[in-house]
């Protein structure tokens, strides 16, 4: 049996969309383990640290209830978790790093041949999804703040959820006062838990709507759908207990994750430039803080140094040679530590 005892728990997507990027995320990092055949726990050989694979739905529950230290998750699986705690926070956890990869936008879709094209046209009518918490959260709060217009009335002077309208009133402006049991325990709209293949679920006439991941929107628009609003844009995410009595490991692990994800965006940028073009190559090639710049032998010449963002490197090379550079250089860049 593996032993855990005072190694820091590291939890990781045990399958799914945000698990190859997570390992290559780690083995940059230069974190060492083999995983055996089946395990879902690998000791790291470098560190006092053990992975855990899990789902990376559960991962939000084991790291706010401090069964483990850290992990890596989807943003839309931390505000599922805790649908009060949308930014960076929620009671057992906080947000270290946003890591830049897995980027998603969960979003409210509807047949495309079909009559709805506004959210608020779904009040009252069923929802499918794998994201139960959020797509409640995110109906009752426009049953609270979006007046229905023209729905029929259950009884004379009554709203459609049968409160009184004098008891519910009218602002100064006319506009009626968002339903006061409008809440995510009292929603008209119906929404529907499935655990995979929401997709169908409009065709199949579950449902009217559904709430599901959009990446390249391929499977959206091969089922028939369009999105007509977005419950929460997502990226994969590190997580920290609050309770972890391993800060200054959390801590190096983080680092050592920055500076993968920093050298991810940036190459290294060398060549030579004749004294008199420096300033003006200074400003095509600024760096992070500023170039790293050497007397040539050849009078009059410097060699540059100088990080650059992978997006923009060939524009950059193409304003270098314009401008007179010689032997212009780009080197990959495979780790870093900077701010």
Known sequence: MLSLENRLLFAVPKKGRLQETTLELLRGSDIQFNRGHRLDIALVKNLHVALVFLPAADIPTFVGEGRVDIGITGRDQVAEHDTSALNSQGPGWEELLDLEFGRCKLQVQVPEKGGISDVRD????????????????????????????????????????GIPSETRGETPDGAIKPDPRSTENNLRTKVIGLSGSVETACTLAVADGIVDLVESGETMKAAGLKAIGTVIESSAVLIKSRNSPHEKLVSLIAARIKGVIAAQKYVLCQYNIQHDHLETAVKITPGKRAPTTNALLIDGWVAVSVMVQKSYIATVMDQLVALGAKDVLVLSISNSRTD
Do not use: M, W
Not at 131 to 146: H, T, Y
Not at 151 to 156: K, R
């Open 122 to 161: 779904l009040i009252g009518k069923h929802i499918a999804t794998s994201f139960v918490n959020l797509s409640r959260a995110f109906f009752a709060d426009l049953e609270r703040s979006q007046a229905v217009d023209g729905a029929p009335s259950e009884a004379p002077n009554e709203t459609p959820n």
